[in-house]
């Protein structure tokens, strides 16, 4: 069916005014998918990312505080960002975001999500989704052995999240974390650390 004939009830006018704007439309509509799939390519120089060999997502669940990320743009102004997860019945993960918009006082600024399991065997490959259809890999690349700190990437490495149970971290375990994720391949000159005693 022509691209034209599926546009009922529009005057000729209005079909045309569409048809002239179509290659624009589809530019934006598949550059829109390229933003927010997230479409980072990993480095082919680098071997590939490595999660934690074992994940208990029950242990995983609750409240995690943002103690250091790589910028981004859905998070800019973010302040004292935390993460709320939360087995669902239907299998699924839900996920709750929020952060203090322009400053630590600054008002909630919150979105909701969900997350499912991608490799069922360690689960620390997952993909979580804000609006449907679209998912976005988190895997789990560092995880204390009692859940007080956990490490959340990206196989691009364009994305990074150190988190903690706590609302701040002692500044031995980020320099071991930083350690670990530099001979993971990543580059934290861009590093944003909000919350280290």
């Known amino acids: 069916m022509e691209f034209e004939q599926a546009l009922p009830g529009l ?12 290659p624009k439309l589809i530019f934006g509509f598949v550059s829109l998918l390229a933003t927010l799939c ?6 082919r120089s680098l071997p590939p990312l490595k999660t934690v060999a074992e994940v208990d997502l029950q242990r995983y669940a609750g409240v995690w505080h943002e103690i250091a990320r790589l910028p ?10 935390r993460a709320e997860y939360t087995l669902r019945d239907d299998g699924l993960i839900g996920v709750y975001n929020e952060c203090r918009k322009g400053a630590a006082d600054g008002p909630i600024k919150a979105v909701k999500g969900k997350a499912r399991v991608v490799d069922k065997q360690t689960n620390a490959k997952l993909e979580v989704s804000f609006f449907w259809p679209f ?5 789990i690349i ?56």
């Not at 997230?38 to 480095?43: E, H, K, L, P, R």
């Not at 981004?72 to 004292?80: D, L, N, S, T």
């Not at 998912?135 to 895997?139: A, E, M, P, Q, R």
């Open 38 to 43: 997230g479409c980072a390519v990993q480095d």
């Open 142 to 197: 560092g995880l204390d052995p009692d859940y007080q700190w956990a490490v959340v990437g990206h196989p691009s490495r364009s994305y990074l999240w150190i988190l903690n149970r706590q609302e701040t971290m002692e500044a031995e375990v980020m320099d071991g974390i930083r350690l670990r994720l530099q001979r993971q391949g990543y580059d934290l000159s861009q590093l944003l650390i909000s919350a280290v005693d």
């Open 135 to 139: 998912w976005g890999d988190y895997w």
């Open 72 to 81: 981004h743009r859905f998070q800019k102004g973010c302040y004292a960002s």
């Open 11 to 22: 005057s000729g006018t209005d079909k045309k005014t569409i048809m002239s704007k179509r």
